[in-house]
Every structure is written in C-alpha cells, then in structure tokens.
C-alpha cells in the first residue's frame, strides 16, 4: 500500500486552491488534507492538518506567506513549504525574501490560468515534481534520498585528483539551483573584490528572479554582479548571471572572450541550464577552466562536467552537508568528474588559491 502525501494549501483565491487541487488528484501518491485562506490560517490549521508539505502563496490578506514562513519556522524546522507566486516582480522579490526567511523552494503560477487545461499541465510540470521530489522520503515508491546518490563518507574530499595544483584557473562557471541564493551569497561574500577571474554563473530561476537575484548578491556581498547580456566582455573580476529563460556560454571575440545568450532547447528541462556554460567555458579555456556545481536538484550539469575534464579543466561540487540538496553535485561526484568536494564555506579559499597569478595574465593568454 502506497504512502499519499500529505498536502496543504494556502492561498487566498478560491479558484487557484481549485487549480492546485485538481492537479495533485491526478497524482495518486499525494492527498489534500487542509485548505488555508491566509498565513494565519494555515498556522492555525497546521497541528490538525499535520502536513508532509506546504504550497504557499505569497500575496495574503491578514498574514502574507513569508510571514507565515517565519511563524512556521518557529514550530518545525524542517517541514518543507514551497512558496507558489506569480512571475512579477513584486511576486520574485517576495519569493526570494521567503526563502531567506525559511522557505524551502519556490513555484511560479501558471499565467493565464483562465485556460483551465495549460494552467493544469503548468503546475504538473512545474509545481507537481518540487512537492514530489521534497517529499520523496515519505513515498514507499520513492527511491532514497539525495536522488538515491550516496558518497562514501559525506565529508569533504581534500584531496588534489589532478595533480594540477600550480596551475591557474582563467574562468570560472558556477552551476547551482535549489538553495543557490544562499550558496552564492555565502561563496561571493568570502571572494575579494579583487578576484581576478571572471565568474559566470547558472542558475536555476525563471525570468525576473534572475535580474533580482543579481541585484540582492551586489548588495548583499559588495560585488557587482549583474544579470548577462549578449556581448558583455569577460574581463578580470567580472560576475555574470545567466537570465532566466536563456542559455549562457562564453564565446572568443577576436583577442577577447565575451558572453552570449540563446534560446536554444532547455536542457534537462532547465534554461538556463548548467551544461551549454560549462561546455563553452572549456571550449574556450580548456585546462584552465574551472565548473563549480552546487547545491541543487536533478542531475543537470554531470554532461557540462564532463566535458570540462575531457578539455583537461577542473570540476569541485559542494559536499552533502553544506547543500539544501544534493542531487546535481552529488551525481557529478558519482560519475566520476569531481576533483574536489568541498562545504561551501571552503569554496572561496580554494578559488583564491588557483586564481593567484591570474592578475598578472590577460585572460586571452590563459586559453587554449
């Protein structure tokens, strides 16, 4: 006998309650057992309803959802709450003040839910696999945790696997996705703002989180980083965020590298995803180039790895202990491409470390 998941609601409109309802009855592992109209609600209805899972909306009368958050977090520490807003920029700014608070993940609503059937199919596909995989623990089909990944022994990884360590890194592409604002955070904050190598990053977020995303790490960490655009050059210190919604890559532009956005196929469901930059970065910059895979979902970004260490470059992941989840660092380290496995509050000084030299090189003369 299968195990249902139990699910909780909250959301001021009737009609969305609706929606998401319908959709999590087309799934037989999962059960609504509570409906809330408000944070408050929901906080009331919770020791009755005792939840596997939250889907929270973010704009409420009485008490709004990251608000509900912070009040949920002070009675159970671990019950995942995904928050479920619009693609706004009210709607990305709130999501992402949610996660600070507590939040585990976030969905965006379907837009143009009038179209019952597209709204159904948009949450199957965007909000159905986040409730199944946060409670992929409690479901007696599911497979174990971290995606069924296991290391050896959890802890992180010192040794060098290359023997490269008097080699410079030219560049730098960070791949991460679920628990990546803090992950990123924490890595650029411990990063000087003299850091000589150009760091591009994916990660995993919609249209207008992203832009958002850049705007809270410039003021959050004193760098300045910014949301790509097609043709920006790379040059010493540059911080780049793919937008949501397009592929980054890194092309050669004469004696020069620069960015460059596409709208190509989304890989392993994602765009951006973490393969077509890492890809190009070891085109351009070989066994000086560096992938980073961080906290995450999935298994996005184990292709992109790989053809960073055929290109002779390197690839650390973040270790099991530091990530919010371990699937995409953890499934590059089961394949083989990890050189390092590293918490996220050692990912900085390693960095530091290989960037020495950097500065004195233009990066041109460090690719291939």
Same mark, same amino acid.
């Given at each position: 006998?299968?195990?249902?998941?139990?699910?909780?609601?909250?959301?001021?409109?009737?009609?969305?309650?609706?929606?998401?309802?319908?959709?999590?009855?087309?799934?037989?592992?999962?059960?609504?057992?509570?409906?809330?109209?408000?944070?408050?609600?929901?906080?009331?209805?919770?020791?009755?309803?005792?939840?596997?899972?939250? !889907?929270?909306?973010?704009?409420?009368?009485?008490?709004?959802?990251?608000?509900?958050?912070?009040?949920?977090?002070?009675?159970?520490? $671990?019950?995942?709450?995904?928050?479920?807003?619009?693609?706004? /920029?009210?709607?990305?700014?709130?999501?992402?003040?949610?996660?600070?608070?507590?939040?585990?993940?976030?969905?965006?609503?379907?837009?143009?839910?009038?179209?019952?059937?597209?709204?159904?199919?948009?949450?199957?596909?965007?909000?159905?696999?986040?409730?199944?995989?946060?409670?992929? &623990?409690?479901?007696?089909?599911?497979?174990?945790?971290?995606?069924?990944?296991?290391?050896?022994?959890?802890?992180?990884?010192?040794?060098? $696997?290359? &023997?490269? /360590?008097?080699?410079?890194?030219?560049?730098?592409?960070?791949?991460?996705?679920?628990?990546?604002?803090?992950?990123?955070?924490?890595?650029?904050?411990?990063?000087?703002?003299?850091?000589?190598?150009?760091?591009?990053?994916?990660?995993?977020?919609?249209?207008?989180? $992203? &832009?958002?995303?850049?705007?809270?790490?410039?003021?959050?960490?004193?760098?300045?980083?910014?949301?790509?655009?097609?043709?920006?050059?790379?040059?010493?210190?540059?911080?780049?965020?793919?937008?949501?919604?397009?592929?980054?890559?890194?092309?050669?532009?004469?004696?020069?590298?620069?960015?460059?956005?596409?709208?190509?196929?989304?890989?392993?469901?994602?765009?951006?995803?973490?393969?077509?930059?890492?890809?190009?970065?070891?085109?351009?910059?070989?066994?000086?180039?560096?992938?980073?895979?961080?906290?995450?979902?999935?298994?996005?970004?184990?292709?992109?790895?790989?053809?960073?260490?055929?290109? &002779?470059?390197?690839?650390?992941?973040?270790?099991?202990?530091?990530? !919010? !989840?371990?699937?995409?660092?953890?499934?590059?380290?089961? /394949?083989?491409?990890?050189?390092?496995?590293?918490?996220?509050?050692?990912?900085? /000084?390693?960095?530091?470390?290989?960037?020495?030299?950097?500065?004195?090189?233009?990066?041109?003369?460090?690719?291939?």
């Amino acid at each position: 006998m299968k195990t249902e998941i139990r699910v909780m609601i909250c959301d001021d409109s009737a009609i969305m309650r609706r929606l998401i309802r319908t959709a999590l009855q087309l799934e037989k592992s999962m059960e609504v057992v509570s409906e809330a109209k408000h944070g408050l609600d929901a906080i009331e209805k919770l020791d009755e309803a005792q939840p596997d899972i939250i !889907v929270m909306d973010i704009e409420m009368p009485v008490m709004d959802g990251v608000e509900a958050v912070r009040e949920i977090r002070k009675r159970n520490a $671990t019950l995942p709450v995904i928050m479920f807003s619009s693609l706004t /920029s009210r709607g990305a700014e709130a999501s992402l003040d949610a996660i600070a608070a507590g939040a585990t993940d976030f969905a965006t609503k379907p837009s143009g839910a009038g179209h019952i059937q597209q709204a159904l199919e948009a949450l199957r596909r965007d909000l159905v696999p986040k409730l199944l995989q946060w409670t992929a &623990g409690k479901r007696s089909d599911a497979l174990g945790g971290d995606d069924g990944l296991t290391s050896s022994d959890g802890r992180a990884s010192a040794a060098n $696997t290359d &023997g490269s /360590s008097t080699r410079h890194v030219a560049a730098v592409a960070i791949g991460v996705s679920t628990g990546g604002p803090q992950a990123l955070t924490k890595l650029l904050s411990d990063l000087p703002h003299s850091f000589p190598v150009p760091l591009l990053i994916a990660q995993h977020m919609p249209p207008v989180f $992203t &832009g958002l995303l850049a705007t809270r790490l410039s003021s959050q960490t004193g760098h300045d980083v910014r949301e790509a655009k097609d043709g920006d050059p790379l040059t010493a210190g540059t911080i780049l965020i793919a937008p949501g919604d397009y592929h980054l890559t890194v092309d050669r532009d004469r004696d020069s590298y620069v960015a460059r956005l596409n709208q190509d196929p989304p890989e392993n469901s994602c765009r951006p995803s973490i393969n077509p930059l890492f890809c190009s970065v070891a085109d351009c910059f070989g066994e000086n180039a560096l992938g980073i895979v961080l906290t995450g979902m999935g298994q996005d970004g184990t292709r992109g790895a790989k053809h960073v260490k055929e290109a &002779g470059g390197r690839v650390f992941v973040q270790d099991k202990e530091s990530s !919010v !989840v371990w699937g995409m660092p953890g499934q590059v380290h089961k /394949s083989g491409y990890a050189d390092r496995v590293l918490p996220i509050d050692q990912m900085a /000084s390693e960095l530091i470390r290989i960037a020495k030299g950097a500065e004195r090189k233009p990066i041109a003369v460090l690719s291939k």
